[in-house]
């Protein structure tokens, strides 16, 4: 782990100390035939998602939710993954500001981790992908914010989201508050043109402070799954599409194989 600065006291008086806990499960799906097909969706993965490019993404993050990066940590896995994890400041809710940095990522008062799971079934035909983004903060920060700018930088066919908010803060008045802001719905913090795209499920534990949306891609584009051309017509390709489909639904519901 690097630090961008060196080790100091950050401000804490007057500050909010609800924690706010966004997990972030996406899937994306891809058709191998045959072991050459495999091996370019394995070569495709470990390139798009690599450590250094996940967490570049983080670092996106990081300035959607107005946070400042301190330090970071990354790791590349063989034969394949990979680990980021940014710790950062909340400067909106009352941190202090530290003078830009030329390295990359870490935060004081939250913090931002995400891994790969590639899974490439020994014999199977679907081929899949899964990366974990979680995001904790404190402070006003807003994990929510930061949903469709990861819908941008990531192929999304299942994704599964939970927002979660813990503690307490305290009014001027000294009374304890438990939540600092409106949620009905994760769906409510994602554009529409995503929206449009998937078949959304919503739990909502208001008085909790718990909320999940589970979505399933609906519009599929599909030569897209399949890493050399292929006829979309064709019954071969559309054998294929349901057996992917099938996996899909089974992930979003929890079905085994």
Not at 24 to 49: H, M, P, T, W
Not at 84 to 92: T, W
Not at 96 to 115: F, G, Q, R, T
Not at 189 to 198: E, H, T
Request: with cysteine.
């Amino acid at each position: 782990m690097q630090r961008v600065m060196p080790h100091q006291k950050v401000k804490l008086a007057g500050f909010n100390n609800l924690t706010k806990a966004l997990s972030f499960n996406l899937y994306d799906f891809c058709v191998a035939r045959n072991e050459s097909e495999r091996q370019s969706y394995i070569k495709y993965i470990g390139e798009r998602y690599s450590a250094k490019l996940v967490t570049e993404v983080l670092t996106g993050i990081c300035g959607i939710i107005e946070a400042q990066v301190l330090a970071v940590s990354d790791q590349d896995y063989e034969p394949w993954g990979a680990s980021s994890l940014v710790l950062m400041s909340d400067i909106k809710g009352g941190g202090v500001e530290l003078p830009p940095a030329n390295v990359s990522m870490h935060l004081d008062k939250s913090h931002i981790c995400a891994h790969t799971y590639p899974d490439f079934h020994g014999g199977g035909t679907i081929c899949s992908f899964r990366i974990d983004i979680d995001i904790a903060t404190c402070g006003e920060i807003s994990p929510l914010n930061a949903l469709n700018f990861m819908f941008d930088k990531f192929d999304a066919d299942v994704v599964v989201m939970d927002y979660v908010v813990r503690g307490f803060t305290r009014d001027h008045a000294g009374k304890r508050i438990y939540m600092d802001h409106q949620v009905k719905s994760i769906q409510d913090y994602i554009a529409p043109k995503v929206l449009n795209d998937y078949y959304c499920v919503d739990l909502a534990l208001q008085s909790d402070n718990i909320w999940q949306t589970k979505m399933l891609r609906m519009n599929q584009n599909t030569p897209s799954y399949f890493r050399d051309p292929v006829d979309a017509n064709s019954p071969e390709i559309k054998h294929y599409m349901e057996e992917i489909n099938r996996e899909m639904r089974g992930i979003l519901h929890m079905w085994p194989d």
